[in-house]
């Protein structure tokens, strides 16, 4: 098995992890259609349960 001959310097570490770090992004947000809240998109509304127009989950009304 191959070792390194040399300590990697933290400059050299972070040119090779500044590449993936880069290409990271927030993930999607987009508005319920039902009750217009903020959430992420592909899944359903926390606040409504609905889900491309329709309930999918049954939320309790506790207020």
Do not use: D, F
């Amino acid at each position: 098995m191959a070792t390194p001959k040399r300590r990697v310097s933290h400059s050299r570490t972070h040119n090779r992890k500044a590449h993936w770090l880069g290409a990271l992004e927030v993930p999607s947000l987009t508005t319920c259609s039902h009750c217009g809240e903020i959430i992420k998109t592909y899944r359903a509304c926390p606040a409504c349960g609905y889900y491309r127009g329709r309930q999918v989950v049954k939320v309790s009304e506790e207020e």
